[in-house]
């Protein structure tokens, strides 16, 4: 951990990065809107429909509940002697800075957890692993069951992979890790032992899922961030449905899900650009037209990722004024 990570320079720095990535989004939405919409810009923003997007608020901010509750079940069975409400306050001020460049969003709830309850990395670190494997759990079994449903023989056969392909992980991860740990260092020999630092990441992960963490909350962990998301899946086809554009719950499961691994896969900040670019072509491929599209995928990412993005930031000055001054 750099030692100057969370200096009031460098959060201004990011605060300032988040501007301009909201600006940005703001300003290729419309720029987008314009140049592809039939109708004028304020016809498109006249007809939004705010019963629809009022729904998707309501369904992003009660799933941060589930998101905390696992965050909190994860800190119980470490044993951290956190009180629930000073880990709500760590969870809700990280996700101010998730959009920033690094691992100052997710790290900076560790680095809380240290300055305020003198908590070393070492003992808080499995938080991070339980988040990455609940969310990709979740994300790639909402994908794989959403591609069953939808009446597409193609896209059946591609969630029939992906289902064997998350049960082979979940079962080598959790019910076998020494065979997962053999292939993991037999892969390591192939590189000609590159990638140290990668494949040591790997087993550690795996290590924390199975000996640290244990199934029970792995599995425990999952379940609520199926719960938290999939209302922001009904809300998503109930948006686009009130656009026009009727979509059916597997299919904004689809859009949500699919986007999310994309941006994943780009490895850029909370996945700006590559989940958006995502999300409206996922939309286009279900008969909504580019402009609606865009601004539909504008509108989610707004209320999704930036409305809980700025209430982060809201707490972040006084989360960081009122910290012990201990040693990073």
Not at 71 to 76: E, F, P, S, V
Not at 94 to 118: D, F, M
Not at 254 to 269: E, H
Request: net charge positive.
């Amino acid at each position: 951990m750099k030692k100057n990570r969370f200096s009031a320079e460098n959060l201004k720095k990011a605060e300032r990065w988040i501007i301009v990535l909201i600006a940005l989004t703001v300003g290729i939405t419309l720029l987008v809107t314009v140049l592809a919409s039939k109708k004028s810009l304020g016809d498109d923003l006249y007809d939004l429909p705010l019963g629809a997007i009022g729904w998707l608020v309501l369904a992003t901010l009660f799933e941060n509940l589930p998101r905390f509750w696992r965050y909190h079940l994860a800190g119980k069975t470490l044993k951290l002697g956190v009180p629930w409400h000073r880990m709500l306050y760590y969870h809700t001020v990280g996700y101010g800075l998730i959009p920033t460049p690094g691992k100052v969003g997710v790290v900076i709830r560790l680095w809380l957890l240290k300055q305020y309850h003198k908590l070393p990395y070492q003992r808080t670190a499995p938080l991070l692993v339980m988040d990455l494997i609940s969310d990709s759990i979740a994300m790639f079994g909402l994908a794989t069951a959403a591609l069953l449903v939808i009446d597409d023989p193609r896209l059946k056969l591609l969630g029939f992979v992906m289902g064997l392909a998350l049960a082979g992980s979940l079962v080598l991860t959790l019910g076998a890790p020494r065979y997962l740990r053999i292939f993991i260092k037999l892969a390591y020999r192939l590189t000609g032992r590159r990638f140290k630092k990668l494949f040591a990441r790997l087993l550690g992960i795996i290590h924390t899922a199975r000996d640290v963490l244990g199934w029970q909350v792995i599995v425990t962990t999952t379940v609520l961030s199926l719960v938290a998301w999939l209302p922001v899946c009904w809300a998503i086809a109930n948006l686009l449905s009130a656009m026009g554009y009727p979509l059916t719950m597997a299919e904004g499961t689809l859009a949500l899900t699919l986007s999310t691994i994309g941006g994943f896969l780009t490895m850029l900040p909370a996945g700006v650009g590559g989940t958006e670019v995502t999300m409206a072509g996922i939309f286009t491929l279900f008969a909504v037209p580019l402009a609606e599209a865009v601004l539909a995928t504008a509108i989610i990412r707004l209320i999704i990722l930036w409305m809980v993005v700025l209430i982060g930031l809201a707490l972040l000055p006084f989360a960081m004024r009122n910290a012990p001054k201990r040693s990073n």
